[in-house]
């Protein structure tokens, strides 16, 4: 056959040696370019979310010879011998945060750790609060109130069971490329399933014995919902490392807390312990929850001085 010209798609699986591109109407099982190949850069090797440029073999098989800018990416850093960051996706318009009423337990420091990456990356976050046929909608209507109206974050309760919030959270996700996020069996893969039932997606059961997931998704996966709508399905994430989140900048990731650092007595307050603190005052008047507050000081607390600690 004729080879056809270059042309641009998007990776939606991206393996050590193979990467399966979207183009248009179809999937092309794409290699890499031999120069690319070599680069061991990780901002320079290509991710889930990259558009990239092929040159086609035959009419299903192609190389990747080029990597087009980047408008966005989601990372997190590997504890190892060094410091290091993996880059888990690209292109990525906002954050879409997940957690479950219960199977697993719903826990606000989570949340609020993803917030810091979310508000870091410039990423808009949404949060959905899934399994909501398994818990009384009251119970968690203080986080709705306080996240939505406080920090203007859209919240939605979602149950991928009876279908409650999916037509609303499917307008959220319209015109869009949204990376899901959570701990395993939280119902990422549930959710994305509910939106369109066609989709190829394994849906996983949580353990009854640890109440945990069970790691359905194994692999970084790109879904396309509808025209010009993607979402990517990450691996459940137990531990997150933050990527260049330092003890000193993270006030600046919390929206509340940021509108009363001006008032601190002191202009390098960590809003911990210090006198005159215009956020621990906030706290004691209600204007801060107090539960969001101690997600911050947890945070805080695990978190490096510098990139050189």
């Excluded at 990776?11 to 890499?32: E, F, M, P, Q």
């Excluded at 086609?56 to 990416?73: Q, W």
């Excluded at 509910?194 to 394994?202: G, H, K, S, V, Y």
């Excluded at 396309?224 to 531990?239: F, K, M, Q, S």
């Amino acid at each position: 056959m004729n080879a056809e010209k270059p042309t641009v798609g998007k990776v939606l699986t991206a393996t050590r040696k193979t990467y399966n591109v979207s183009i248009k109407d179809r999937i092309v099982s794409c290699t890499l370019r031999g120069k690319l190949a070599l680069k061991k850069n990780e901002k320079n090797t290509v991710k889930v979310g990259d558009d990239v440029r092929i040159e086609f073999v035959t009419e299903t098989e192609g190389v990747i010879a080029e990597i087009l800018p980047r408008r966005s990416f989601l990372s997190r850093s590997i504890q190892s011998r060094q410091y290091k960051e993996q880059i888990i996706a690209t292109n990525i318009d906002q954050l879409l945060v997940i957690l479950s009423t219960k199977k697993p337990q719903f826990k606000s420091g989570l949340l609020d750790r993803y917030l810091v990456i979310a508000e870091k990356n410039k990423l808009r976050p949404v949060i959905c609060i899934n399994k909501i046929d398994l818990a009384s909608r009251a119970d968690f209507e203080i986080y709705r109130r306080y996240y939505s109206e406080t920090l203007d974050f859209p919240v939605v309760f979602t149950s991928a069971i009876t279908g409650e919030g999916i037509q609303e959270l499917q307008k959220v996700l319209q015109n869009a490329v949204t990376a899901l996020v959570g701990y395993s069996g939280v119902g990422k893969s549930s959710i994305i399933k509910a939106i369109n039932p066609e989709l190829d997606i394994r849906v996983g059961a949580v353990s009854e014995r640890t109440q945990k997931g069970q790691h359905t998704t194994t692999v970084v996966q790109l879904f396309p919902l509808a025209d010009n709508c993607y979402v990517i399905d990450t691996p459940g994430i137990r531990e997150l490392g933050f990527w260049g989140i330092y003890k000193k900048d993270l006030a600046t990731y919390f929206r509340d807390i940021q509108r009363y650092t001006a008032d601190c007595k002191f202009s390098d307050c960590q809003h911990l312990h210090e006198p005159g603190c215009a956020v621990i005052e906030a706290v004691t008047d209600g204007d801060i929850i107090e539960e969001r507050y101690r997600n911050y000081v947890s945070i805080y607390q695990s978190l490096k001085s510098t990139h050189y600690e």
